[in-house]
């Protein structure tokens, strides 16, 4: 069963686990379960999911139960009027904050604005060694992306050379292999903590919170990241 983390009459959230895609899709044939099937079955009613995160991606995800919320939620995210906070795991020592104003480039080959705002909570350096480095480096941070493109979070910390623990095909190989096989994480560092924004509905202000999924709590065990404890 998946985790309902908010619910009235218009509105669903639960806390995606990683690896479970949203809905049925021809570009992932090997997968038949899909959190859009599981909360219809476990709630007994039609729901529309009225955004997208990434099949490796965990947290929030908010569905709609009627024609018009759906038809509402989608106007707030077409108008930029919902804030989401991601929490990641990357490569190397981040800056304190930064600002990301880096196009993205669409299947089809069209530039498309991506901004993309973040800031570091914690850095730690492992002892561990691989290639040239006796010591790895890492950093806990905070992201809000200002644009909804496909991967973009992903994509933009890969573009710093700060890639994302666990990401493929937009991470680091040589990381992902030391992940494995140091510690037997595979997973993708990402999630998404919280959503918030004013229900078109109630005019309630929301911050719908999802919790660390276990995969994520042990990665930040293993490296010594306290911040969260």
Known sequence: MLEIIYRDEYLVAVNKPHGLLVHRTKIAADADVFALQMLRDQLGVQVTPVHRIDRKTAGVLIFSLNTDINRAMNLLFDASA?????????RGYTPDSELVDYPLRKDNGQLQEAVTVYRT?????VPVALGKHNTQRYSLVEVNPKTGRMHQIRKHFNHLR?????????????????????WGITTMMLHASEVSFIHPLT?????????LHPEFVNCLNVLGFTSLR
């Open 162 to 182: 700060h890639p994302i623990i666990g990401d493929r095909p937009h991470g680091c190989n040589k990381q992902n292999k030391l992940f494995k096989e140091q």
């Open 121 to 125: 909570i914690e850095r730690v350096e």
């Open 203 to 211: 005019g309630q202000m929301l911050n719908i919170e999802a919790a």
């Open 82 to 90: 919902v804030e989401k906070r991601y929490l990641a795991i990357v």
